[in-house]
């Protein structure tokens, strides 16, 4: 075990090592498994001396090139601190054996941990649900419609954590309009992450149910696993990452515009929403079917729509869905 002292010139070589919310340090303590931190205005790396030695010449690489006021791309920033798969890890080298882990693909690191994590296997239940898992690994862009019940949210978690796996992206983003369904709230106590949760809720239901509360919750802090509301997502590119966008229809149409417009390089977007379920104030138009109806046919975009047929839920929904879908006759006085 040995630390090293790196001395920053600025705060900003801070920001740039350590990454937004400090990502870019957890993402190196598990790929490398190295503490990294600032004290005294230096950066220190401790850890074993192989690990410790690799990720100062990674660090000293990318500071060279900021100090020579190089444009730098935030996934060119992990790139160079993250690294390409090391094929000499025994975990990777299994991957690639067992064809999760291609070589020709990037990885996310010498031992990510995804590559340790349990995942449930996942089966598409009739041919729309395989067409969409297929649309998702061969379109950039996958766009799917459809009422509660079809398996939209949990198909899309369970085709991103396959292509994380396989190393095809580095992380994955997960976010929905944070918007009451009908009801008002009010206040609700906690911190901030306390008050989203019960928007976020149907997210962490699928991922745990694929992964396990353990995984989920290591990959979570590690920054490998991001679940934000929408606004969280302004202002960003989200590179080399596998985005899904819940609740789609509860976003405006500038709301949508910002989403799909925040797709960086080598990365891949699921938007899900039911048409039939908008929650937005009144005269608010939806942003999921405005997209659809602009998007569909351009090449990289597809879409798949669900029909009763494919609920996978209780029976009764299928016919609770068929019941709501009829107009129904009122009573004459």
Known sequence: MIEVTLPLRSNDEAVLV???????????????????????????????????????????????????????????????????????????????????????????????????????????????????????????????????????????????????RRGEVRRLVITRPVVEAGERLGFLPGDLQAKLDPYMRPIYDALSEILGFDDLAKLEESGVIEIAPLAYMRGRTLSNAFVILDEAQNTTVMQMKMFLTRMGQDSRMVVTGDPTQNDLERGRNSGLMDAVRRLRGFEGVGVIEFTGKDIVRHPLVEQIVRAYERPIETESE
């Open 18 to 164: 350590l990454g937004p919310y400090d990502r870019h340090a957890k993402l190196m303590r598990q790929s490398l498994g190295i503490e990294i931190f600032v004290r005294s205005g230096n950066l220190r790396l401790k850890g074993q001396e192989e690990e410790v030695n690799l990720a100062r010449q990674r660090i000293e690489h990318l500071l060279g090139k900021f100090r020579k006021g190089r444009e730098l791309s935030s996934e060119r920033i992990e790139g160079i601190l993250l690294g390409p798969p090391s094929s000499d890890d025994p975990m990777v080298a299994v991957a690639q054996a067992e064809g999760q882990l291609p070589r020709e693909k990037r990885g996310a690191g010498r031992t990510h941990p995804m590559l340790h994590a349990r995942m449930r296997g996942v089966e598409p239940r009739g041919k729309n649900q395989r067409a969409y898992l297929d649309c998702m690994e061969k379109e950039p862009l996958t766009f799917g419609l459809g009422a509660a019940g079809t398996g939209k949210t949990f198909l899309a978690v369970a085709g991103a954590l396959r292509s994380l």
